[in-house]
């Protein structure tokens, strides 16, 4: 089996697939505004007193009370996002990885005590006109996307003790009101930053290993190494390692036995994937190392990662799974999604279909700890 490989996604609005050897397209963004000054505040961001920088598209504070900075997405939208997301897209330009801080205290439980937050983001908090102004989503301070003449959003707070970092608004809407949460952000090294359940996932906590030739050691391998040498893909923040998907790996290879031998990606989606890269390789990081060999220049001479590579190098907290064929090293790699319910579900139904092999992972919890590697120095920040 040679290594070439091939690459599929799926575009957020379940658009037909395509297949290509690029990137997934990213969505177009909004265009509106007239004035220079404008565009460019809007494709940059904003620079706070303190220094942290606020990407285009989020309104941040930091509060000088805490080592805390509250973001909100200034858009929102429905299904999404959570405050992981919100953390990782609004900071990711800061010399520091900030995450969201999963478990902290709700110190605000009405429109008194959050006046401070706020007045910071720039609004005043009126009353909720449904749900008695409970948030109705766990965890979470929701604010209305939309501000009033006067300066106000409907605000509706938690009625838990402990603030969730993985749920979201949902589809909730108050006659046609949307909703943005409010997110506590804080600086975190990278071995910390991610938080993980194991299973479905191989550990709880993603640290550096890159010594072996396994799919993650490697991937991570060179996440460290983009952010060591500089690669563009590396924001100032870095990124944090990725962890692997055990539970969905009998699955992935059964994707990989019926696309070697029916093309590639004619199973694509089977394992509730939506961007998938299918290669050759004797083990999975020569396949890794394929996919890397995709960095090429762009038209300006800038080295950046195309392709396959893409993934591997992707910002924030990622997770992935793989598999290999049973009679060849066709390999697949889903990137992005970890769909346990769909992954047993269809090895449920087709008995025979999903296997492990010899170089399978142990579906047993990594300790983090044992032969971890320190967090690189990032270059962009050196």
Excluded at 135 to 141: K, T
Aim: glycine fraction near 10%; charged fraction near 20%; proline fraction near 8%.
């Amino acid at each position: 089996m040679s290594n070439t490989s091939t690459f599929r996604c799926l575009g957020p609005l379940a658009l037909p697939l395509l297949l290509a050897l690029g990137a997934c397209p990213a969505g177009s963004g909004d265009d509106g505004g007239s004035e220079d000054a404008a565009d460019e505040a809007g494709e940059t961001g904003t620079t706070l007193p303190d220094g942290t920088h606020c990407a285009a598209g989020y309104t941040c504070w930091p509060d000088p009370a805490e080592e805390v900075v509250w973001v909100m997405k200034d858009d929102g939208n429905v299904n999404g996002p959570t405050c992981k997301s919100v953390c990782e897209g609004a900071l990711g330009e800061n010399c520091a990885f900030n995450a969201c801080d999963a478990g902290r205290p709700v110190a605000y439980p009405d429109m008194a005590s959050f006046t401070p937050v706020a007045e910071g983001l720039g609004f005043a908090c009126k009353p909720g006109g449904c749900w008695d102004s409970v948030a109705p989503s766990e965890g979470l301070y929701l604010v209305s996307i939309d501000t009033d003449e006067e300066g106000a959003k409907s605000c509706y707070f938690p009625t838990e003790t402990e603030q969730r970092c993985d749920t979201h608004p949902g589809n909730a809407n108050c006659f046609g009101e949307r909703y943005s949460a409010v997110c506590p952000c804080v600086p975190k090294p990278l071995d910390e930053a991610c938080e993980w359940e194991c299973p479905p996932n191989h550990t709880t906590q993603a640290t550096w290993k890159t010594e072996g030739s396994s799919c993650v050691e490697r991937i991570n391998y060179w996440r460290k190494r983009a952010c060591e040498e500089g690669w563009v893909e590396c924001p100032p923040a870095g990124l944090p390692p990725m962890v692997e998907c055990t539970a969905c790996h009998e699955c992935a290879n059964s994707e990989a036995q019926y696309d070697s031998q029916n093309g590639a990606h004619a199973s694509f989606g089977r394992c509730g994937e939506h961007v998938q890269g299918e290669g050759g390789g004797a083990t999975c990081a020569d396949v890794i190392d394929a996919f890397i060999s995709e960095r090429a220049p762009d038209e300006n001479g800038v080295m950046r990662c195309q392709g396959h590579c893409g993934p591997i190098v992707a910002a924030g907290c990622q997770t992935f799974f793989w598999g290999k064929a049973q009679d060849s090293n066709f390999h697949t790699l889903n990137w992005r999604s970890c769909n346990v319910d769909t992954c047993q579900s269809y090895c449920d139904e087709h008995p025979g279909e999903c296997f492990t092999h010899e170089s399978s992972p142990a579906l047993t919890c990594d300790d983090p700890g044992v032969d971890a590697e320190p967090n690189p120095d990032i270059a962009a920040c050196g």
